[in-house]
């Protein structure tokens, strides 16, 4: 099982840039997160999923933030336009079941936004 | 904040020592979960422990989980070098949502 899988791994922008990360879960799991994390706030969760349907974006720090999940095996959150407060290591996770089992994380997309 | 809290916010211990970390939460869960992160990767899941439970092993891990007290503690037995790394508590006490605690740095020398 290849895991869950996050493009890219990094990501140097400049203010005012759009930026696009995206996420493909494993196979078979209906449910997906969206993490950031950061020094000064931890982990947070920004949105999350259940069979391809968004259910919680109350994490979603402002307007400038969106994500879709077009199927069950590509999720893709944007930001636009980035600011350099944006910075953060950014998670995708995904579960197979809601009720919080088990997560399991990509490796991460690194963003600076200069 | 959401966040549960940890502590110590960090620890440093010799190979071969018991390294333990608490968290605490706030509301009522179903179940509580740890989770260990070496540096630039993702998170990984160690162990998860439902509100009914006090106490699961799982390896050289022992989580204990006090609801009363609205607790749990992370042993690691026999600490080695591989096991630095930041290790987060995470509840659902918030609903369908996983919430992380800050997360306690251990620092295992050899």
């Known amino acids: 099982d290849a895991g869950v899988i996050q493009s890219p791994r990094h990501e140097v922008t400049e203010m005012g840039q759009e930026v696009t990360l995206r996420c493909k879960p494993i196979?078979?799991?209906?449910?997906l997160f969206w993490y950031r994390q950061t020094m000064m706030r931890g982990l947070e969760l920004l949105i999350y999923?259940?069979?391809?349907?968004?259910?919680?974006d109350s994490g979603m720090p402002e307007d400038r933030f969106s994500a879709k999940m077009p199927n069950a095996s590509f999720s893709t959150l944007k930001i636009q336009p980035s600011e350099p407060r944006d910075s953060a290591v950014y998670f995708c996770?995904?579960?197979?079941?809601?009720?919080?089992?088990?997560?399991?994380f990509g490796e991460g997309s690194r963003l600076t936004v200069l | 904040s959401q966040q549960g809290e940890e502590d110590p916010q960090a620890l440093s211990i010799q190979e071969g020592e018991n390294a333990t970390m608490n968290c605490s939460y706030k509301?009522?869960?179903?179940?509580l979960q740890w989770y260990r992160q070496n540096s630039g990767r993702g998170l990984v899941h160690l162990i998860l422990?439902?509100?009914?439970?006090r106490e699961k092993h799982s390896g050289r891990l022992r989580v204990t989980l006090d609801t009363s007290k609205k607790s749990s503690s992370l042993l690691i037995t026999a600490s080695r070098a591989a096991d630095t790394a930041s290790y987060f508590c995470?509840?659902?006490?918030?609903?369908?949502?996983?919430?992380f605690g800050a997360g306690t740095i251990l620092r295992v020398k050899s």
């Open positions: 996770a995904s579960s197979s079941r809601l009720d919080t089992g088990e997560l399991f």
């Open positions: 196979s078979g799991h209906n449910s």
């Open positions: 999923f259940n069979n391809n349907v968004p259910i919680d």
């Open positions: 509301t009522s869960i179903n179940n």
């Open positions: 422990i439902r509100s009914n439970e």
């Open positions: 995470a509840t659902d006490e918030y609903g369908n949502k996983l919430v």
